[in-house]
DNA sequence: AACTCAATCAACCGCCTGGAT
DNA sequence: GATCCAGGCGGTTGATTGAGT
């Protein structure tokens, strides 16, 4: 007997959201907070199947998701944490704060795996060692000593190559590497629906172009989003919130309360500073606190350790990583 | 302008895990 | 211990977009 579906098939919408099923989700969430997810649904009406909504909110609704172009940093730390953790894009995500594991695993999946596959030569850090023989070696087809030999050597090199990658000129990158602890101040991200402003900014982008085509306009939510961070970006670049005129808005009711919502995160420029308690409860939620903090210095001590030997009586061993870190 | 093809990425599918009973 | 169920995760798909011809 097969396992029965998440959700009942008939009746349940599938493809690209809509921005008012966006909306109808973050203002469920905002009032309920994230979670029982089986419950949104029937409780919002929307025709979603609840794996969807939660996928919807984590990988795209969620306060404090950064979109866009990787930067090269963050395409480093990507090659090594795949390097040293495989495709367990959730844990890689948590060295990410404002990356989604979806994210990560399209750039890795389109971006690097290409990279991957280039001759060495121009990725100097991005050595065959490092990355062929600790992920497609099945560690079946060699014997244990000789598996855990090489998973050492390949531990050590990604080691070299992480403190290469990121030091000395980017000391940001320790601070950086800090997995969700809190939301670090980066150069201004790209947020999109992450706020209520934002969505506000949306719905009104999409309600002034209601002669298009939902499906047309819900495949490229993506877009509207773009849009609006745009559009937010520069207003609060400027330093005054965007008064627009929300008169010439027709809202529909069951969207206004939104409006009179405080910002997640009324600016994008520091998002810890300016989370609101929902947020912040968001905030806890989005991401895996992947470790405590102490455990988490212990690993940063290890991944920076050039030199092992030297007395430093932290090992692997000591690192006590939760579920989405242990290397074996 | 029209067509083809590759790249991108949001969303889906199915398996796995862990908690509840 | 067995079973059920919700949530999480990684692999994959398919619609859309943009570049090239």
Redesign the pocket.
């Known amino acids: 007997?097969?396992?029965?579906?998440?959700c009942d098939?008939v009746g349940?919408?599938?493809?690209?959201?809509t921005p008012e099923e966006d909306i109808i989700l973050v203002s469920y969430i905002q009032e309920h907070g994230?979670?029982?997810?089986?419950?949104?649904p029937t409780n919002t009406g929307l025709l979603?199947?609840?794996?969807?909504c939660?996928?919807?909110w984590?990988?795209?609704l969620r306060p404090g998701i950064k979109?866009?172009?990787f930067t090269e940093h963050e395409e480093k730390m990507i090659i090594h944490l795949q390097a040293l953790?495989?495709?367990?894009?959730?844990?890689?995500?948590?060295y990410l704060p404002q990356r989604?594991?979806?994210?990560i695993?399209?750039?890795w999946?389109?971006?690097l795996k290409?990279k991957l596959k280039k001759p060495q030569g121009s990725e100097g850090y991005f050595r065959d060692g490092l990355s062929s023989s600790s992920s497609t070696t099945s560690p079946k087809q060699i014997s244990r000593g000789q598996w855990e030999r090489r998973l050492q050597i390949d531990i050590h090199m990604a080691k070299q190559a992480l403190y290469d990658a990121l030091s000395p000129e980017k000391s940001s990158g320790l601070a950086e590497l800090k997995p969700s602890i809190g939301y670090i101040s980066y150069a201004k991200p790209r947020c999109y629906a992450s706020s209520t402003e934002n969505i506000a900014e949306l719905l009104k982008g999409w309600m002034r172009n209601p002669s298009k085509p939902a499906?047309?306009n819900?495949?490229?939510?993506?877009?509207s989003f773009d849009n609006v961070a745009g559009m937010t970006d520069s207003a609060s670049k400027a330093g005054t919130p965007r008064k627009e005129d929300t008169s010439s808005m027709e809202m529909s009711e069951p969207f206004e309360s939104l409006f009179v919502f405080e910002s997640f995160d009324s600016s994008n420029s520091d998002i810890s500073q300016s989370m609101s308690p929902e947020a912040s409860l968001f905030r806890d939620?989005s991401k895996?606190d992947l470790t405590a903090q102490g455990q988490l210095s212990l690993l940063e001590k290890w991944l920076f350790d050039d030199s092992p030997n030297q007395g430093n009586d932290y090992q692997l061993s000591d690192i006590k990583l939760d579920?989405?870190a242990n290397f074996v």
């Open positions: 007997m097969g396992r029965p579906p998440c098939k349940v919408k599938k493809g690209p959201w994230p979670g029982n997810w089986r419950a949104v979603r199947c609840s794996k969807s939660r996928l919807r984590t990988n795209y979109r866009g172009n953790l495989g495709n367990r894009w959730a844990a890689i995500a948590s989604t594991d979806n994210d695993k399209n750039y999946n389109t971006h290409k499906s047309k819900s495949a490229t939510t993506q877009q939620e895996p579920e989405n």
